[in-house]
């Protein structure tokens, strides 16, 4: 219980200032929903080119509007020495990675509530009775790319080139998460390929980049 307690106290910080601020999430939110509608009227695609080109415009979506969120709160966390007064604080490097890794995550998960709807409507998708399994993999890849931002946002937030340095170093490795997200939501969609490898892609993802990503934050913010 004592690592819950503060481990709770840093999501909900997190949480009352996006609160407070809401034109982080507001930006996110416009930027993604551009992308989405963009992707919807390219080529003058037809219903089936739709519901093929669907789960690709969400994640490129949620790629790009996730990492400005990543950015941003970094970067807040650095002004005012923000980030020096939590590391002041009695908690291991671990689960201040950990805390700011689920506080992403949530709100990305947010971001995602409200872009998977509109995409819905835009890209005729129809999932029948798989969209459970829908969500658990937006869910899980969800996870990974969280915790790849908070991390490589950690690491430019230190720099001076903070807003060019994080797409370079977030965006490679996030290849196989992208490609987990479309191709399992493609298999649900058709029928066809099979959803279970990419959720278990995702998976070993999560877990492989996790623990890393935890292991190395405390080296990387005492930098």
Known sequence: MSAVGPAFA???????????????????????????????????????????????????AVLFA??????????????????????????????LFVSKWAGATLFLLVLEALLVPAAAILYHLDLGGAWGRFALLLTVVTIG??????????????TTASQLLLPVLLFPLSVPLLLAGIEGGQALGTGSGDYDDWLGLALAFDVIFGTVCTMAFGAVIEE
């Not at 002004?79 to 002041?88: C, I, K, M, P, T």
């Open 10 to 60: 840093i999501v909900a910080k997190d949480v009352r200032l996006e609160i407070r601020k809401v034109e982080s999430l507001a930006t996110m939110a416009v930027f993604a929903g551009l992308v989405v509608l963009i992707f919807a009227f390219v080529g003058d695609p037809t219903p089936a080119d739709l519901a093929r080109l669907g789960p690709g415009a969400l994640w490129a």
């Open 66 to 95: 996730g990492a400005l969120g990543f950015e941003r709160w970094f970067a807040e966390e650095e002004r005012n020495a923000a980030l020096h007064g939590l590391l002041l604080t009695p908690v291991d490097r671990e689960l």
């Open 145 to 158: 790319y969280a915790a790849l931002g908070t991390f490589f946002a950690a690491v430019a937030a230190r």
